[in-house]
């Protein structure tokens, strides 16, 4: 399997720079794998398509304003740090520019009494930084820090970010990235679709850096794939298998949700999980557990676009990017949705 049989051309004016004002006013593109046949409608009808005795499973992870712009303390030089994860309490793996400016030892100052020491210099172009603080750290981030947007997005990230680059349901910190599948809905279309009979579940998958890195080998199988921490609770993962037992479609809103179940249900039931997967899942792979997936548009080579083509058909897919395409949407982060049925 090739890598570009993962490729497509994406115009630069398709890449939607900002949300939309109301988030269930998005395009929804609905892609049916029996019929091969393609809907148009709006977001806000998602109900339309969805069984009334089926179960949202959500991604209730939190993007944190992972951007931090300080100063070194002695030459009061100019640094910009993302954070990528914390490997120990206070302390960060993070990417920093200008890398070549700093030395163990470098002591950094942003806002709010927030202090930073470099430990280490790694090989893999990262650095370890121990924060130093008064206060609870995510508040503070949320202080001085901005939402780290996509490379595709070129903007500034602004107050509003803080709002849009999440799911009204976002509550566990510890995302870079958001999964972007959740951001089209509202508490009103949630409460909706629940007096339909169509409930949710939630789990939690901190979305990484790595979602952002491109596949670099030709033969698409032996990718290997960045590992992210998920956390699927006991109750949670019973009453998403009871659901099942009962029937139910499991219907799973993004590509985060799909990787976090499939890790999960190695042995055909859903279980609790409590670590990081690597799980790679690209056509051939056999699922176990989703029967419907709600996800954006994705970057071209991208395993995101991998994983979707897994779930319906390579071709199929290609035929709806080149149909939203066709019919102007919107790609990306901020922009339009696919639900595939």
């Not at 004016?13 to 593109?29: G, T």
């Not at 650095?127 to 996509?150: A, D, K, Q, W």
């Not at 890195?213 to 949670?236: C, D, F, G, W």
């Amino acid at each position: 399997m090739k890598l570009s049989d993962f490729n497509y051309d994406l115009p630069p004016d398709r890449i939607a720079q900002n949300p939309l004002d109301r988030r269930d006013e998005s395009r929804l593109l609905v892609v049916d794998r029996e019929t091969c046949e393609f809907i148009h409608t709006t977001f806000k009808n998602i109900g339309d398509f969805l069984p009334r005795n089926s179960l949202l499973v959500l991604n209730d992870t939190k993007v944190i304003s992972a951007r931090l712009i300080g100063n070194k303390s002695i030459t009061g030089g100019k640094i910009e740090l993302l954070l990528i994860q914390e490997v120990e309490k206070n302390t960060w793996e993070v990417l920093a520019k200008p890398r070549r400016s700093l030395k163990i030892g470098t002591e950094l100052v942003f806002g709010e009494g927030l202090l930073g020491t470099v430990l280490d210099l790694l090989d893999n172009g990262q650095c370890l930084v121990n924060f130093t603080y008064e206060g609870e750290f995510f508040t503070i981030l949320s202080e001085v820090g901005l939402i780290p947007l996509p490379p595709y997005i070129r903007r500034q990230a602004n107050d509003e970010d803080k709002v849009r680059y999440q799911s009204v349901y976002a509550s566990s910190e510890g995302a870079i990235a958001a999964p972007t599948a959740g951001l089209h809905f509202t508490n009103d279309l949630l409460d909706e679709l629940n007096s339909k009979g169509i409930d949710s579940a939630k789990l939690t998958l901190h979305v990484g850096i790595g979602t952002f890195q491109p596949v670099k080998v030709e033969n698409v199988e032996t990718h290997k794939m960045h590992a992210e921490y998920i956390n699927l609770s006991r109750i949670e993962a019973e009453r998403i298998q009871t659901a099942r037992d009962n029937g139910k479609k499991i219907i799973a809103i993004g590509t985060t949700v799909v990787r976090a179940l499939e890790s999960a249900s190695e042995s055909g039931t859903v279980n609790q999980y409590d670590g990081y997967s690597e799980l790679f899942i690209y056509p051939g792979y056999k699922f176990k557990v989703v029967d419907a997936l709600l996800t954006n548009f994705h970057l071209p080579k991208s395993t995101l676009l991998m994983l979707v083509s897994a779930f319906a058909d390579t071709t199929l897919i290609q035929k709806a990017y080149e149909e939203a395409l066709r019919h102007q949407y919107r790609f990306y982060s901020y922009g339009d949705a696919m639900l595939i049925i």
